[in-house]
């Protein structure tokens, strides 16, 4: 069942370790005044400066809040962070303000370009204003969250000294296992989309009257080509055919920069450097696939968190798709699938109903194989229950909350809910306005001290 590499896992039992990613979780929110209009504040005076402040930043516009948490060893302490920070950013507000709790953005303004830009430095200031001015209005301002995760590096020596006879480097070695696991999460997004999408509709001046828009509700906006996309090729067939690929695709003019590769898996370095990642080995993989969660405070719950974990184990353990001649075919069929899921009404069954079927299967049997926990088994008892009633999804039980074709007012009274309970803190962390510049260690030590901290992460 498993493949070379699940085997060496599985054999010398370390696939707990294994299936504990490091992991680092962003959230993107629009901040919004009380009568649900884009703010017109600044970024929060309580947060520091914004251009120092390295997990409270401002996205493409000033209105765009971007929580960034810091790398955590285990996904769990991941939410921790964020759980922090949300309470953080909520408390750092102005008393006229509120985070709006969807993917879609409230109501816009008609002309967008009245919309402010970030204030960030100048060279990333004329970027933004480059891309909106090329690109579109609006597509920039959906908002989602993003898991950054990297293997347990423990777990990738121990798997190496079985293999190391089989790869160039430990660089080749690492970059397979990583454009194995992008390979697994690009071809299903469009089951993700189905499971998770949560973008049904577009509130007022979004689209333009005359503009091709959908009629109806659908699963997810923000994940479909009305979203964030690049109109650009896309190779996942090894890692240097992914950097040539992005390389090619920014001498061609197609892409400003690599960032502008707006793709829902993104293979990552640290040091910003593609080629450097050919030579010395992916770092992370970056998922962008998921909308964010209007019913929880954070935008993301710990369910999802633990079926991305899952999906992680299961496409690192597991055999290839598809030969390396085929890949790229296969994962252009999977964005076919994903757009026409993206487009299915919420409360319809969805036409590949028997292809996830068939691949919640196979989760179930990997499950059984690697003995998970049971709070594994109710993650997939309901993503289970989401395929076999449709009505279960979270665009679905959304667009419940749906009046006149617009949910304003369902927004609106999730944004007071979180912003109310997030004041009844009494003591909300305040260090950023001394300190915007504080590292990880710092964070880590100020939020939650000595006792219960979590492990620090170190790469190597």
């Given amino acids: 069942m498993f493949d070379t590499i699940g085997q060496i896992i599985f054999n010398n039992e370390i696939v707990a370790k294994a299936s504990d990613f490091n992991m680092g979780i962003e959230v993107e929110t629009i901040r919004i005044d009380s009568?649900?209009?884009?703010?017109?504040?600044?970024?929060?005076?309580?947060?520091?400066?914004?251009?120092?402040?390295?997990?409270?930043?401002t996205d493409v516009y000033q209105i765009q809040s971007e929580i960034i948490t810091p790398t955590a060893r285990k996904s769990l302490d991941a939410m921790h962070y964020l759980m922090a920070l949300n309470d953080t950013l909520r408390n750092a507000l102005e008393p006229n303000e509120l985070l709006w709790p969807l993917s879609m953005p409230p109501v816009l303004p008609?002309?967008?370009?009245?919309?402010?830009?970030?204030?960030?430095?100048?060279?990333?200031k004329a970027y933004y204003e480059k891309w909106i001015k090329t690109?579109?209005?609006?597509?920039?301002?959906?908002?989602?969250?993003?898991?950054?995760?990297?293997?347990?590096?423990?777990?990738?020596?121990?798997?190496?000294?079985?293999?190391?006879?089989?790869?160039?480097?430990?660089?080749?070695?690492?970059?397979?296992?990583?454009i194995k696991i992008a390979q697994g999460f690009d071809y299903y997004r469009w089951l993700i989309t189905y499971l998770f999408g949560n973008s049904p509709i577009a509130e007022k001046n979004f689209?333009?009257?005359?503009?091709?828009?959908?009629?109806?509700?659908?699963?997810?906006?923000?994940?479909?080509?009305?979203?964030?996309?690049?109109d650009v090729t896309h190779n996942y067939r090894s890692v240097p055919d992914y950097v040539k690929n992005i390389e090619k695709n920014i001498a061609d003019g197609n892409?400003?920069?690599e960032a502008e590769y707006h793709s829902s898996v993104r293979l990552k370095t640290m040091h910003g450097d593609l080629t450097n990642m050919v030579k010395n080995g992916t770092d992370y993989i970056e998922l962008r696939m998921l909308d964010l969660d209007p019913t929880t405070a954070l935008g993301v719950r710990t369910s999802a968190i633990r079926f991305f974990r899952i999906l992680l184990s299961y496409f690192m353990m597991m055999p290839t798709l598809e030969s390396d001649d085929k890949i790229n075919l296969k994962l252009e069929q999977g964005r076919a699938m994903n757009e026409v899921v993206a487009m299915e009404s919420p409360t319809q069954q969805t036409i590949y109903h028997h292809e996830?079927?068939?691949?919640?299967?196979?989760?179930?049997?990997?499950?059984?194989?690697?003995?998970?926990g049971p709070e594994y088994q109710e993650v997939l008892d309901t993503m289970q229950d989401r395929l076999d009633n449709p009505n279960l999804t979270p665009a679905a039980t959304l667009c419940d909350h749906e009046v006149d074709g617009s949910l304003m007012s369902y927004g609106l009274a999730m944004a007071n809910r979180y912003q109310n309970r997030a004041h009844e803190n009494p003591n909300p962390f305040t260090g950023f306005e001394e300190k915007p510049d504080m590292?990880?260690?710092e964070l880590r030590q100020r939020l939650?001290?000595?006792?219960?901290?979590?492990?620090?992460?170190?790469?190597?």
């Fill in 356 to 372: 996830s079927q068939n691949f919640l299967d196979e989760l179930q049997m990997f499950g059984a194989q690697i003995q998970w």
């Fill in 135 to 178: 690109r579109s209005d609006t597509q920039g301002i959906p908002v989602g969250v993003h898991l950054n995760v990297s293997i347990n590096d423990g777990v990738l020596k121990t798997v190496w000294q079985a293999v190391q006879s089989q790869y160039d480097s430990y660089a080749d070695f690492v970059n397979y296992l990583y």
């Fill in 35 to 57: 009568a649900g209009r884009l703010t017109k504040e600044p970024y929060p005076k309580a947060l520091g400066d914004q251009r120092k402040n390295h997990f409270i930043k």
């Fill in 207 to 230: 689209f333009k009257p005359d503009e091709d828009q959908p009629q109806r509700e659908v699963r997810s906006i923000r994940s479909s080509n009305y979203g964030l996309t690049s």
């Fill in 439 to 441: 590292n990880a260690n």
């Fill in 448 to 460: 939650f001290g000595v006792m219960g901290k979590p492990e620090n992460y170190s790469k190597g």
């Fill in 110 to 124: 008609k002309d967008k370009s009245t919309i402010p830009i970030a204030d960030v430095d100048p060279d990333q």
């Fill in 255 to 257: 892409l400003f920069s």
